[in-house]
């Protein structure tokens, strides 16, 4: 008997500039309960519109979404933002609110008491690995880059959602800290039964971190599946997208030591 997909697109299309950019062009995708799934495309070819209309940052012109079955025009686009983390591109803290204020934040809303939140964010502290007293009083600006991406994961997983959602989360972060943030955020989205939609526009990250990867181009979903089923995709574009990461392995190869010596 088939699941039923915690998010699904089907037939949607979005338009801006009065119609005269179409930013999403007739999409169907479903994103099945557990998934890791990365949306890859360059820039203008409706990835994070596509992100945004799920939790209806953005409405839609034509077709149904629905979030956990249910559609979203449906549910009041507040309490649904509530039930889906968001994770913005460089954390998007609020800058006035201490690192604890901000992960608090939407369980305060749902007017979860306060001894409660506390510890929740002690909880979440430890779960995205920054210690508690150094951190929970710190203001965004006295962080480092990946530090603040951390709290932006924690606040995403405040309110225990099922679903989390992810704009180019570790795009402005350098090669090492990226890697380690990523590798970490791969850890909690199987150890917490998340679905997670992560928006890149980097073939090898999406290859390393998703279960499954739909690519588009031009607002239109040109492919989508595992690694192993967009290779033997005939799309050119695809072709072009695969062989990045294809080259630098093989220069990796001869680069680097065989036998791991440094």
Same mark, same amino acid.
């Given at each position: ?6 998010i ?6 979005k338009?801006?500039d009065?119609?005269?950019v179409l ?24 990835k994070t519109?596509?992100l945004?209309? *799920? !939790?209806?940052?953005?409405e ?9 079955g249910?559609?979203?025009r !449906? ?6 933002? %509530? ?5 913005f591109q ?7 609110l201490?690192?604890?204020? !901000? ?8 007017g979860t ?15 995205? %690995?920054?210690?508690r ?8 600006h006295?962080?480092?880059?990946g ?12 309110a225990?959602?099922?679903i989390?959602?992810?704009?180019e989360p ?5 090669p ?8 970490d955020?791969?850890e ?8 997670t939609?992560?928006i ?12 499954r990867?739909a690519?588009?181009r ?15 995709s005939?799309? *050119?574009?695809?072709?072009e997208?695969?062989r ?16 791991? *010596?440094?």
């Amino acid at each position: 008997m088939p699941t039923t997909p915690l998010i699904a697109y089907a037939r949607v299309a979005k338009t801006f500039d009065d119609g005269r950019v179409l930013a999403v062009d007739d999409v169907s995708l479903d994103v099945a309960e557990g998934e890791f799934l990365a949306i890859v495309g360059g820039s203008g070819s409706g990835k994070t519109t596509l992100l945004r209309l *799920a !939790n209806r940052l953005i409405e839609a012109d034509t077709g149904t979404i629905t979030v956990e079955g249910e559609d979203v025009r !449906n549910v009041d686009p507040i309490l649904l933002r %509530r039930r889906i983390g968001y994770v913005f591109q460089s954390g998007g803290l609020f800058p006035h609110l201490t690192v604890a204020g !901000n992960i608090g934040i939407t369980p305060k809303l749902t007017g979860t008491p306060p001894e409660e939140i506390s510890a929740r964010v002690d909880e979440l502290l430890d779960l995205v %690995r920054l210690d508690r007293a150094p951190y929970r009083d710190r203001l965004p600006h006295e962080l480092s880059g990946g530090q603040r991406q951390r709290v932006g994961v924690a606040r995403a997983l405040a309110a225990r959602p099922r679903i989390v959602l992810m704009d180019e989360p570790f795009g402005a972060l350098d090669p090492l800290t990226r890697d380690a943030l990523g590798d970490d955020y791969r850890e909690l989205h199987k150890k917490l039964g998340l679905t997670t939609v992560m928006i890149t526009h980097d073939m090898t990250e999406a290859i390393l971190l998703a279960d499954r990867i739909a690519v588009m181009r031009g607002g239109k979903l040109l492919a989508q599946g595992t690694p192993t089923e967009l290779s033997s995709s005939d799309d *050119a574009y695809v072709g072009e997208l695969l062989r990045t990461p294809r080259r630098q392995a093989e220069r990796l190869g001869v680069l680097l030591p065989q036998d791991g *010596a440094a």
